[in-house]
C-alpha cells in the first residue's frame, strides 16, 4: 500500500511522535498551522471519515478522546479545534483518516 500515514504507522517513514499505543499515533504536523498543531491517526487503514463502520466505533472515540488528553497536556486549556477533512471537497489530501488538533492561538470562524 503506498499510504503516507501507514508507512509512518509501520515506522518506514520518521514522524516527531507524541503518542503511541495499539490503536492510534498521534505526531507533529509538518506544517504547523497553530503553536500547537499535531495528527492523530489509527492505525487501521481507512480511507476517509466516511468509510468508518459500526465496528470502528471504539476506535473514532478513541481517536477523539487521545486527542482531547493531548490538546490539554500541550497547554491547550483555553481551546483547541479538532478537524477531520473529508474526501477531495472537504479538503482530504492524504487519504487516512486523520484528525488534526490546532491550539494556543485565536482560530477563526468560518474556517478557510
Given at each position: 500500500?503506498?499510504?503516507?500515514f501507514?508507512?509512518?504507522v509501520a515506522?518506514?517513514i520518521p514522524?516527531q511522535?507524541?503518542?503511541?499505543?495499539?490503536h492510534?499515533?498521534?505526531?507533529?504536523?509538518?506544517a504547523?498551522?497553530a503553536?500547537?498543531h499535531?495528527?492523530?491517526?489509527?492505525?487501521?487503514h481507512?480511507?476517509m471519515l466516511?468509510d468508518?463502520?459500526?465496528?470502528?466505533t471504539f476506535?473514532?472515540?478513541h481517536?477523539?478522546?487521545?486527542?482531547?488528553?493531548?490538546a490539554?497536556?500541550?497547554?491547550c486549556?483555553?481551546?483547541?479545534?479538532?478537524?477531520?477533512n473529508t474526501?477531495?471537497?472537504?479538503?482530504q489530501?492524504?487519504?487516512?483518516?486523520?484528525?488534526?488538533?490546532?491550539g494556543?492561538?485565536?482560530?477563526?470562524?468560518?474556517?478557510?
Amino acid at each position: 500500500m503506498d499510504c503516507l500515514f501507514c508507512k509512518i504507522v509501520a515506522g518506514d517513514i520518521p514522524a516527531q511522535k507524541l503518542y503511541e499505543d495499539e490503536h492510534v499515533v498521534a505526531f507533529h504536523d509538518i506544517a504547523p498551522q497553530a503553536p500547537v498543531h499535531f495528527l492523530v491517526i489509527p492505525k487501521k487503514h481507512i480511507r476517509m471519515l466516511s468509510d468508518l463502520t459500526v465496528e470502528d466505533t471504539f476506535l473514532a472515540g478513541h481517536i477523539l478522546y487521545t486527542a482531547q488528553r493531548l490538546a490539554k497536556e500541550l497547554g491547550c486549556d483555553d481551546g483547541f479545534r479538532v478537524v477531520m477533512n473529508t474526501n477531495e471537497i472537504g479538503g482530504q489530501t492524504v487519504y487516512h483518516i486523520h484528525m488534526h488538533v490546532l491550539g494556543q492561538r485565536q482560530l477563526t470562524w468560518p474556517p478557510g
